[in-house]
């Protein structure tokens, strides 16, 4: 079987956390806290701490084994694939709703005129070949590319920087802390989202116990790493644009991309970001896919490359059928507020308040190690 090791994870779980959050983040979180929204990013993405934190205490109960067959020994057969057959539906209907997301955003900024299908195609092919070279070949794809999506981060704020505009993030809560809280909600699906890989990637990693230990003080390390650089892209995009016109471009991030210029002679540099964002689109894309392609193989049996094409048919079919820009964002909300918030935040704590129960009162846990597939 195939293992990541701690920074690996790490890393992974970074890029993955990370995903194309910076793109809408800002837009989100101005609309409903204002100037005050930046305020909102980093409590929103701590939720997904205690989280990753009791999905790593059930690794250290029940090694090597993934969420999806945990659930089936805790919850029984029946709930069990009940559980992991909505959950193949939300990773793959997410998954084919950010493949859309790569050619809305390309489309609508450097490549207008190339058909939506060239973006999708492309993307889905090195998604699949990723996930052909399997777990360890992504962690590696994620160390190369994670470091370049946060050099290009870093730089496309510091370039904006003569364009801010001085006092657009004052008055500092002047409408209390409520709109901050909303916002916080607002920002909870983004570390939700990366928990769906993590139930999955979770047989993949080290249980010895300094490994273990690693691993949680990785998951502070990582939370707090997205956050931060997200909540600074907020505080740019205010600072430059103005709250109103943050709430108004969705992708803000992209614009500013555009404004960038290097002493006055390099300019347009938004093709370059562009095409280190396409990795981290990938990246997320492909971490939904691997999500799905266990779903399927723990819950049904059902494993092989005949079934990761038949996926890319369904992410292709998903991708072509939210073709323009605001319905596409519009059914990313929803999916992440009313599918996939609902049910992590539901499964994950009864899942583990289970076998903390059944581990107190001494019932013997039913061999899961099957579930040493790769």
Excluded at 119 to 140: D, K, N, T
Excluded at 241 to 263: A, C, D, H, N, Q
Aim: with cysteine; charged share 15%; proline share 5%.
């Amino acid at each position: 079987m195939e293992r990541i090791s701690v920074h690996q994870f790490i890393t992974l779980g970074a890029a993955v956390l990370m995903g194309t959050t910076f793109l809408p983040v800002a837009s989100i979180v101005t609309g409903v806290g204002g100037r005050d929204g930046w305020m909102s990013v980093l409590p929103g993405f701590a939720l997904g701490i205690p989280y990753s934190l009791m999905i790593l205490s059930l690794l250290e109960q029940y090694p090597s084994n993934n969420l999806l067959q945990i659930s089936e020994t805790l919850f029984g057969k029946l709930i069990g694939k009940l559980i992991g057959s909505f959950y193949i539906l939300v990773a793959a209907y997410l998954g084919g709703l950010l493949l859309g997301q790569v050619g809305d955003i390309y489309q609508a900024s450097i490549m207008p005129l190339t058909p939506l299908g060239v973006f999708y195609l492309g993307g889905i092919i090195l998604v699949l070949l990723l996930i052909q070279s399997g777990i360890e070949v992504f962690a590696r794809f994620s160390e190369v590319i994670f470091p370049l999506i946060v050099i290009a981060l870093f730089l496309n704020i510091v370039l904006s920087i003569p364009r801010i505009e001085q006092g657009e993030l004052l008055p500092i809560l002047s409408e209390g802390f409520k709109p901050i809280l909303v916002g916080a909600f607002k920002v909870m699906p983004f570390p939700l989202t990366y928990i769906i890989f993590l139930a999955g990637v979770i047989a993949f990693l080290p249980t010895g116990k300094k490994e273990l230990k690693q691993l949680k003080s990785g998951v502070w390390r990582v939370v707090f790493m997205v956050g931060i650089l997200d909540m600074l892209i907020v505080i740019i995009q205010i600072l430059v644009f103005g709250p109103s016109e943050t709430v108004r471009l969705v992708y803000g991030l992209l614009v500013l991309g555009k404004m960038v210029e290097i002493s006055r002679t390099v300019a347009g540099v938004e093709s370059v970001f562009l095409g280190v964002w396409f990795g981290a689109a990938v990246l997320k894309i492909g971490s939904l896919f691997f999500a799905t392609n266990w779903g399927l193989e723990y819950v049904f049996g059902l494993k092989g490359i005949k079934w990761r094409l038949s996926l890319c048919v369904v992410f292709l079919g998903i991708a072509f059928r939210y073709v323009r820009g605001p319905s596409l964002i519009l059914e990313i909300g929803l999916v992440d507020e009313y599918l996939i918030m609902p049910f992590v935040a539901i499964w994950i704590p009864a899942l583990w308040g289970v076998a903390h129960w059944k581990k107190g009162v001494g019932i013997g846990r039913k061999e899961t190690r099957s579930g040493g597939k790769g």
